[in-house]
């Protein structure tokens, strides 16, 4: 079973995502949170798996909840909840520690597979809304020096994980495309991101992106 906690302001749309999640046997919503504060109580009283997380709150926001959520003894995986109008708050959670990122009318079954995704250990990687956050959020050209660095110490086998990951291939679909197995997959990601110095796959992620080494989508 896969524990989640919804957290938006917007007790419809809560609503909405318990009805949708709840529909499959292998989820269920153990709490709700109409802002950021109540997000951190109900995420450590609870411990879930999986947090949905809307940006855009009153009080405290998404950001400085998930910031909050990652300090604990057994962060959960929080996807990001939003929508084309991306701003530097979905970028900096990302940074903070969120897995990936949804838009608000993503379509159920979609949904459903986001979150057992990240559930499973992986990312949920939209390349072309991680395009749009790149193009608008640019690291300075220094950072990105010591960017192309960092990426150009990995070895060979590790870049093609890295490429794959950004990609928003899952472990099994790195597997497959490198013909080797799931648990060496997994050991070239844990290598990558102490290399990388990065918290989590999205964050390897945008740094492929912001060195080039995947091929922006449209």
Request: aromatic share 4%.
């Given at each position: 079973?896969?524990?989640?906690?919804?957290?938006?302001?917007?007790?419809?749309?809560?609503?909405?995502?318990?009805?949708?999640?709840?529909?499959?046997?292998?989820?269920?919503?153990?709490?709700?949170?109409?802002?950021?504060?109540?997000?951190?109580?109900?995420?450590?009283?609870?411990?879930?798996?999986?947090?949905?997380?809307?940006?855009?709150?009153?009080?405290?926001?998404?950001?400085?909840?998930?910031?909050?959520?990652?300090?604990?003894?057994?962060?959960?995986?929080?996807?990001?909840?939003?929508?084309?109008?991306?701003?530097?708050?979905?970028?900096?959670?990302?940074?903070?520690?969120?897995v990936g990122f949804l838009l608000k009318d993503t379509p159920?079954?979609?949904?459903?597979?986001?979150?057992?995704?990240?559930?499973?250990?992986?990312?949920?990687?939209?390349?072309?809304?991680?395009?749009?956050?790149?193009?608008?959020?640019?690291?300075?050209?220094?950072?990105?020096?010591?960017?192309?660095?960092?990426?150009?110490?990995?070895?060979?086998?590790?870049?093609?994980?890295?490429?794959?990951?950004?990609?928003?291939?899952?472990?099994?679909?790195?597997?497959?495309?490198?013909?080797?197995?799931?648990?060496?997959?997994?050991?070239?990601?844990?290598?990558?991101?102490?290399?990388?110095?990065?918290?989590?796959?999205?964050?390897?992620a945008i740094l492929a992106h912001q060195v080039g080494l995947?091929?922006?989508?449209?």
């Open positions: 079973m896969i524990d989640v906690l919804l957290v938006d302001d917007e007790e419809l749309l809560r609503y909405g995502l318990k009805t949708i999640l709840e529909s499959d046997s292998r989820l269920r919503v153990v709490a709700e949170a109409k802002d950021g504060a109540q997000a951190v109580e109900l995420g450590r009283a609870h411990m879930p798996d999986v947090v949905l997380m809307d940006i855009r709150m009153p009080g405290m926001d998404g950001l400085s909840a998930t910031r909050s959520l990652m300090e604990g003894t057994r962060p959960p995986k929080v996807i990001v909840l939003t929508t084309f109008d991306l701003d530097q708050y979905v970028y900096d959670a990302l940074r903070a520690g969120a159920p079954p979609e949904l459903i597979q986001a979150v057992r995704t990240v559930a499973d250990g992986n990312a949920i990687l939209s390349p072309a809304v991680t395009s749009r956050l790149i193009t608008r959020f640019a690291e300075p050209e220094r950072d990105l020096s010591r960017q192309r660095r960092l990426v150009e110490g990995l070895t060979g086998r590790e870049r093609d994980v890295l490429r794959l990951l950004a990609e928003g291939r899952s472990n099994a679909e790195i597997a497959a495309r490198l013909f080797m197995s799931e648990g060496t997959v997994k050991v070239h990601v844990s290598h990558l991101l102490a290399k990388l110095a990065v918290g989590n796959r999205v964050q390897a995947v091929a922006d989508a449209s």
